[in-house]
């Protein structure tokens, strides 16, 4: 994290030197010669970083880079209190009456907050952690890679006991072990050269896996040349040849080759070459972490059509992407362990002299522990080991529970899950690494929303712009390279889009890798009632009644503040303080998500560096007029709120990205009256950076102006007349990066006038229209990547004009018709080749409904419902070959008798469901569930 924040401050630094050259006079040349001693730094601080991150490194190394990174906190903070002061006079005293004093101001404003003379101790101290540095021998041409020290050489490596373990000891594993060993024998894959991929977390058992299989009988009687590569993080081509050729001769109880030591690259892939040319060989690179490695010893592996086979394990999908080059090569991405397996080797592990009982009185412990372990073999393996230790004494178990996360730390049987996991850590990149601790921040076994957490990362300042690339899609590669590397779960995918939707790390992940850091870093911390708060922390997490600790706050150096698990109360002393602003002057992160909040106090529009505020799920009402000094706001989260009306002065934020406004409770009853969206005053002609806008309200001007938005990705807009139609249509097609668009008419009589859109947005992936038409818009026919496609209220007469537009829309996967059309009889003939959900809710004229035989192909969920006058389940339904969930709502009790279902055994056919609304209630009853059936 060193190098981390160094980076973080040259950032800072040079931009500071373009923009305020003319306020730093007399400290411009030292904060330049600043900028120039730590970028100097930066080329040999990776690696000291690393090493301090080592237990044997020296304790003069672990504290010159503690020193660097302490350093660097301390020059963000002067920096941004210098950002801040200057801000502050500009609004006090206008802007003309500033230039016009500049000299005395700066001059003032030094000696007031002794900024000069900070500047001149930093340039003194940064020097002296130079000068440090030379002493450790810290530069480009002496450092020795972390990984392969001599010190290191001689620890021993904890991955090495998978290498060992017993065949009995195995749980979950054996099925895709014996269907490796079949695919590396033959069976029906292709004589030629094949790779099998074995892609996961760390402790995942990757490593023990492909032993088992390396070791089997019958793996070994069919490969007589066999080799087992370590690859690890730090390697070399040469050497990796090398020892192919070693094991090979080692196999076959042959001398080895005389000279290889001397060889290069090119001759040890011909020696190879030519010694494997005519045989069936198997090769197993364990722990890969590049996707060089592929590229080089491909080029020694001949693909001579005899069935050789290639076993890779790898933390990184990306490598296992970049060996996959024919269809019989495989990726197996493997998954923890079921709670019923993980229970099973719990129990075989710490219970062995009962062969596997448990007793009673520790089952509740055992249970806990075993869900702590969230299905991780690595981490059941060694927690068994440390029970087995306790015996059968229930307090000593519960002493071990209470106290798991400190254990983990402390105890030399647990050191080895931190050990393993790390080596993920360490191979992050600088810029990586602020963003995966980030994750500490969220409270354990959380679910986190991806662009919660995207948005937090950019107001945060961890992301680096990128030519061509919004910040947006540059964050997303960031979680995108994360997950790639098995640090981080996906939890939800948007199932048209492909677009990540929520995402979690594994609890020991969070416990062994992140939270151990955190706290040595004063990167994040979780305030808790019993906390004893540190200042100096980046970020901190509040939960429960824990705001009781803040006030003692003088001077906090946090840059985001966060509240969960609901807690609040609309007499929090924390949230009502009007010192709230001087006691976190440096935030950048205000979340109030699902807190009871009820005000938001008006010294919050004193906090200048704010550039993510959510008030999502909160009683706030009203937004107080000084919001509009918050000059680096970029997100403000209404979302589900009760504000309603946003204050002129925000319209004048330069640096906005994201407004997002009112929801409607998708728990109630939909009607387009009740949805609504937030009232935006005045001009929006500063929002020039903004690409998320929603939910607003039309007015005359906004539908005008928001054409200007020329970077808005997706947009809502509700209560819009026929009127103001046109105006719209203009100004959506100036939007060229639209996404997402969405357009709700102010009541149910009002036609919706959007047909004229000249230059449609063609990367418009969801189109909503909520309210009447006269046709569905032309322009709709040529939106080409569109997959999500929903009308509301529409009013439109017979399906056939419909279809004729619907069906040239050959990406559409997920259709909804909410009272949108009007016709007795529906076909489906042809046509929507992806659609994979249809949804067709309350079409009260609808008497018959077919589906032909190659409509639909893909379809997978049907929703039907309420349909007063349909007859008959819609014929041809049983043509819906990948049918999986057919869900009929309030249907006609004549309906409902006639349905002749019949259940299949091995859950063959769709899953069918019968609801019905209860009355004076909004949900739903379930009154029939069939779990597989066919329609007879």
Not at 509 to 517: D, K, P, Q, S, Y
């Amino acid at each position: 994290m060193a190098e981390t924040a160094v980076n973080i401050v040259i950032d800072k630094l040079v931009p500071l030197l373009r923009e305020e050259g003319n306020l730093l006079r007399g400290i411009h040349d030292d904060i330049t010669s600043i900028k120039d001693l730590l970028e100097t730094m930066t080329s040999f601080l990776k690696d000291a970083d690393a090493k301090a991150e080592r237990a044997n490194m020296s304790s003069g190394v672990k504290t010159w880079v503690k020193q660097t990174r302490e350093m660097a906190t301390h020059i963000e903070d002067v920096i941004d209190e210098y950002l801040r002061h200057v801000a502050h006079r500009r609004n006090k005293r206008g802007f003309i009456g500033f230039i016009l004093k500049t000299n005395h101001f700066v001059r003032g404003l030094f000696a007031r907050h002794e900024i000069a003379s900070e500047i001149q101790l930093i340039k003194k101290r940064v020097l002296q952690i130079q000068q440090t540095s030379v002493a450790h021998r810290f530069n480009s041409t002496e450092q020795t890679s972390f990984s392969s020290s001599r010190k290191d050489d001689m620890l021993f490596d904890p991955r090495m006991v998978s290498l060992y373990t017993e065949e009995a000891e195995l749980v979950g594993i054996q099925t895709l072990r014996d269907k490796l060993i079949s695919w590396s024998i033959g069976g029906e894959i292709a004589s030629r050269r094949s790779v099998s991929s074995l892609v996961g977390m760390g402790g995942l058992g990757k490593t023990t896996l492909a032993k088992k299989v390396y070791d089997n009988p019958r793996f070994t009687e069919w490969f007589d040349w066999r080799a087992w590569i370590t690859v690890s993080q730090s390697y070399k081509n040469e050497d990796i040849l090398r020892n192919m050729i070693a094991e090979f001769h080692m196999v076959r109880k042959e001398s080895v080759l005389e000279g290889i030591e001397t060889m290069d690259l090119k001759l040890l892939i011909d020696t190879l070459r030519e010694y494997l040319k005519e045989k069936r060989y198997a090769v197993v690179f364990d722990d890969v972490w590049s996707t060089n490695l592929w590229e080089c010893v491909k080029l020694a592996l001949p693909d001579n059509n005899n069935g050789s086979r290639i076993i890779i394990t790898t933390r990184k999908s990306e490598v296992a992407a970049s060996c996959r080059e024919a269809f019989s090569d495989q990726v197996y991405d493997l998954e923890p362990l079921s709670t019923d397996k993980a229970w099973e080797l719990f129990c075989k592990k710490t219970f062995r002299v009962s062969e596997g009982y448990c007793p009673p009185e520790l089952k509740k412990f055992a249970t806990t522990i075993v869900s702590r372990c969230g299905g991780l073999p690595l981490a059941i393996v060694a927690i068994s080991g440390l029970l087995q230790t306790k015996g059968e004494d229930v307090s000593q178990w519960r002493k071990l529970l209470d106290s798991l996360s400190s254990e983990l730390e402390s105890n030399p049987h647990l050191t080895n899950i931190i050990k393993i996991l790390s080596f993920s850590y360490y191979d992050l990149p600088y810029q990586l690494r602020p963003c995966f601790l980030y994750f500490g921040t969220y409270p354990e076994n959380r679910t986190i929303k991806c662009s919660r957490l995207i948005r937090q990362w950019i107001a945060e300042g961890f992301i680096n712009e990128q030519k061509g690339k919004t910040l947006e899609d540059v964050a997303e590669e960031y979680l995108t390279e994360l997950i790639q590397r098995s640090l981080v779960q996906v939890s939800l995918v948007d199932d048209f889009s492909g677009k990540l939707r929520q995402c979690k790390v594994h609890d020991v992940t969070r416990e062994a890798v992140i939270l151990l850091r955190t706290e040595d870093l004063r990167f994040s911390q979780f305030v808790e009632e019993d906390s004893r708060f540190n200042e100096n922390f980046r970020h901190l997490s509040v939960y429960s009644n824990a705001y009781n600790i803040f006030g003692g706050i003088k001077n906090s150096r946090a840059h985001s503040l966060c509240f969960f698990n609901g807690i609040g109360d609309p007499q929090n002393p924390l949230i009502t303080c009007s010192n709230l602003y001087k006691r976190f002057k440096l935030l950048r992160v205000l979340d109030f998500e699902d807190t009871l909040l009820d005000n938001l106090p008006e010294e919050v529009g004193y906090i200048y560096h704010l550039r993510y505020l959510s008030l999502r799920n909160t009683r706030v009402k009203m937004l107080p007029k000084s919001m509009g000094k918050l000059v680096n706001l970029e997100t403000l989260d209404l979302k589900q709120s009760l504000v309603y009306q946003i204050p002129i002065e925000i319209n004048k934020l330069p640096k906005l990205r994201s407004l997002l406004g009112y929801t409607v409770d998708k728990n109630k009853e939909m009607s387009l009256t009740r949805r609504r969206g937030v009232v935006i005053q005045d001009g929006i002609e500063c929002w020039g950076h903004l690409q998320k806008l929603y939910t607003v309200e039309a007015t005359d001007r906004l539908v005008t102006e928001v054409g200007n938005l020329t970077q808005l990705r997706r947009f809502r807009i509700r209560k819009l007349t026929n009127k103001q139609g046109k105006y719209l249509c203009s100004s959506i097609g100036k939007m060229p990066h639209l996404k997402t668009l969405e357009v709700g008419a102010i009541n149910s009589d009002e036609i919706m006038d959007i047909q004229h859109i000249s230059n449609p947005p063609q990367r418009l992936q969801g189109l909503y229209l909520l309210g009447r038409l006269e046709k569905l818009p032309d322009w709709v026919a040529g939106l080409c990547l569109l997959t999500r496609l929903e009308l509301y209220w529409s009013g439109l007469v017979g399906f056939p004009d419909l279809s004729k537009v619907l069906h040239g829309l050959t990406n559409l996967m997920r259709l909804v018709i909410y009272e949108a059309f009007s016709c007795e009889e529906l076909h489906f003939e042809g046509g929507f080749p992806k659609l994979k959900e249809l949804r067709l809710r309350h079409l009260k004229g609808l008497k018959l409904m077919t589906i032909h035989n190659g409509a639909l192909p893909l379809l997978e969920t049907l929703i039907f419902g309420p349909c007063p006058q349909l007859q008959q389940v819609p014929s041809g339904i049983h043509h819906l070959g990948n049918l999986k969930y057919v869900v009929f709502i309030d249907m006609p009790s004549h309906f409902m008798n006639g349905i002749h279902v019949q259940k299949t055994e091995h859950s063959v056919g769709p899953r069918v469901l019968f609801r019905h609304s209860v009355v004076g209630s909004n949900k739903f009853r379930t009154v029939k569930v069939i779990d597989s059936a066919i329609f007879v």
